[in-house]
């Protein structure tokens, strides 16, 4: 079955660069996922990845694929304090998106 | 306006109540999920449908029965409910699948179930 399993918990000072990392098991995902989960909201999608690009970069978000080893990694340049959330990966089945247990970033001033 | 709206936001009930929480998208979108999101924060999807027809129902209690009068609404009712069915739960909405893979989902802002 699908799985996609992320690290738990960052930690980062204001100014430093994240990476967040995601490995995956469905070779057949089209598309990858990155999602935000703010206190108290909804998650939003942040950036994707489809799966015949190895980078995708979109302002302060760089997003790295190995298709081989199917990890995925998000890279987020120059973090902020309202960067401090939970980011989601997911990948793109048929019918559904299946999530990871999301990474909980933690950004002190 | 809001795109995917749930309705209520907070639910505080007894155990062995029968509640429902409503899910509607005007996005124009064909395909409605629920998703299921614990205290530690692990998303789980529960139930998908299709312009009203069920697509996926993920190993859920069947005290949990999904409606979805049109392609716009999908309600969530939940009978006798239990200390575990204390969750977030969260509607979404996607498009069309394109290239064979289900596109962005979009989440409303969830609605916090508390079972005491």
């Known amino acids: 079955g699908e799985d996609v399993e992320q690290s738990l918990f960052l930690s980062v000072r204001e100014g430093d660069s994240s990476v967040i990392n995601c490995t995956y098991t469905?070779?057949?995902?089209?598309?990858l996922y990155w999602y935000k989960q703010e206190p108290g909201a909804g998650l939003q999608l942040l950036t994707y990845?489809?799966?015949?690009?190895d980078m995708k970069q979109d302002q302060r978000l760089t997003v790295l694929l190995n298709k081989k080893d199917k990890h995925l990694s998000l890279r987020i340049a120059d973090t902020q304090t309202g960067d401090s959330a939970i980011y989601f990966c997911?990948?793109?089945?048929?019918?559904?998106?299946?999530f990871g247990k999301g990474t909980m970033l933690l950004v002190s001033p | 306006d809001t795109a995917v709206s749930q309705t209520p936001k907070y639910l505080v009930t007894q155990m062995g109540n029968d509640k429902s929480i409503k899910c509607e998208q005007n996005l124009g979108h064909d395909t409605m999920y629920w998703y299921k999101q614990d205290s530690k924060k692990f998303l789980k999807i529960m139930f998908s449908y299709n312009n009203k027809e069920l697509i996926i129902n993920e190993t859920v209690p069947n005290r949990f029965s999904p409606k979805s009068p049109d392609k716009a609404h999908l309600n969530l009712h939940i009978n006798s409910l239990e200390l575990g069915d204390s969750a977030v739960y969260f509607c979404a909405s996607s498009p069309i699948p394109q290239g064979g893979a289900v596109g962005e989902l979009f989440f409303g802002e969830g609605s916090r179930l508390t079972v005491l």
């Open positions: 990845i489809f799966s015949n690009m």
């Open positions: 997911a990948e793109g089945g048929y019918s559904t998106l299946t």
């Open positions: 469905d070779s057949s995902s089209t598309y």
